[in-house]
């Protein structure tokens, strides 16, 4: 199967850091999306996007066994109210639907006309081996090392996560 064209993956080729895109059917659990992947579920990121006043967005690399504390982000953003815009926002926003979004290629903030801050948590550079996070289309993700994406994006790096709540 060739490799998709899409802004995500042109964004990672324009970096030049080294990358493997994985192209798979749909999955239906960050479980499953490991398997296929050949990664355990803790290096899959999911890029969540987090509206922190109007007009005003952000990404947070989540590792795939956890989630947003929000408390803990709350207080390293200085903000009082947090929220995660629906999909018809996130899509407007980003330029992906929800299940694709990435910081690659994603729409940049109107306002400043660069990219939407990244924060990534604290996890993801302090364990070992490569991540994988969303390419910009379903069952389409780059895997590539924590050091070179977090360096890329220029993200943040900070605890801003917790252990999955059970459902």
Known sequence: MSTPDTPAIRALADTGIEYDVTVHGPVR???EAAEVRGLEPRQ?????????????YLMVLVPGDREISWPKLRTLLGANRLSMPDKDVAREVTGYERGTI???GATPDPATGRPWPVIADALIVSREGPVSIGAGAHGVAATLDTQQLVEVLDARIADVTEALTPR
């Open 44 to 56: 899959i990121l999911k890029t969540l996007v987090v509206r922190r006043a109007e007009g005003e």
């Open 102 to 104: 990435t910081p690659f």
């Open 29 to 31: 659990s960050l479980e």
